[in-house]
């Protein structure tokens, strides 16, 4: 059923736009205090990569953190103005907002349960959640200096809107920072859409095998947090979703089904 969908969904905008609204307003439905992220996550082992240092409390979240980290780093966010757009359960906001200082963030998401969620899970001065769409953004023009875009994209309808939306929002000079999933003919489009929207690209980085790393340290956890809030009934489906070691959606990704990039693109100053 999982591919099913996936498979209709990369061919119909509309379906995949309805598909993927309804799933994310079930999962915003789980009032679940200590899930805070939903991407798949990061893990290099290369002995130059950065390690973020990080405080206990966002220990059990790391390769999810490490993923926000790696996109986020990519520019020098202290003392500017950032929107996350498909915030979801607010755990990439806030890490970001917390850990590399902008002076505002506003996360950004269609789902209103997830947005409720998100203002009383992560209060910090600075950080605000709101309710938008991706592809309509409620942000005035030139009003943000960084749009950060993590595992979301793949849920809209359209993809060059979503990133004319971003270009419009964003301040001359400011910076799209992308990260998603697609399948390689999808993924090979990517470029094109950004250049035509009028980015330059800064950095792409195909960093599929380093989520794959991070699915397999982190199937564990996920796995044991899932059978804890999730009825048996739903089980299944979830491990699938979450990219469980073993499942459809993990083996897609080793196989080359999916593949993973990551971009940071560059509003031209002028």
């Excluded at 061919?11 to 789980?30: D, E, N």
């Excluded at 990517?190 to 340290?217: M, N």
Aim: aromatic fraction near 12%; include cysteine; charge should be positive.
């Amino acid at each position: 059923m999982i591919d099913l969908l996936i498979y209709l969904a990369d061919r119909s905008p509309a379906f995949r736009r309805f598909v993927w609204k309804h799933w994310y307003q079930y999962l915003a439905g789980y009032d679940v205090r200590d899930w805070h992220f939903m991407n798949y996550g990061f893990l290099d082992s290369s002995p130059d990569t950065f390690v973020p240092q990080l405080e206990e409390s966002d220990e059990p979240n790391r390769y999810c953190i490490q993923l926000y980290d790696r996109v986020a780093r990519a520019v020098d966010l202290q003392g500017k103005r950032i929107v996350e757009v498909g915030s979801g359960r607010g755990g990439g906001s806030s890490y970001v907002h917390r850990y590399h200082r902008p002076t505002a963030t506003t996360g950004i998401d269609f789902s209103a349960r997830a947005v409720r969620f998100c203002r009383g899970a992560h209060r910090h001065a600075g950080l605000d959640f709101i309710r938008g769409d991706a592809e309509r953004l409620p942000l005035d023009d030139a009003s943000c200096d960084a749009v950060l875009n993590v595992e979301s994209s793949h849920c809209y309808g359209s993809m060059p809107r979503f990133v004319a939306q971003a270009f419009r929002v964003l301040r001359p000079g400011g910076h799209l920072l992308f990260a998603d999933f697609r399948i390689p003919s999808v993924a090979a489009e990517l470029p094109a859409t950004f250049e035509r929207a009028g980015f330059g690209i800064v950095e792409r980085q195909s960093i599929t095998e380093q989520v794959l790393a991070a699915l397999r340290a982190d199937s564990e956890r996920k796995l044991r947090l899932l059978e804890r809030h999730v009825p048996p009934r739903r089980l299944a489906t979830l491990r699938r979703f979450a990219a469980i070691e073993g499942s459809d959606v993990f083996r897609h990704f080793e196989n080359g089904t999916f593949v993973y990039e990551r971009f940071s693109l560059e509003k031209p100053a002028s």
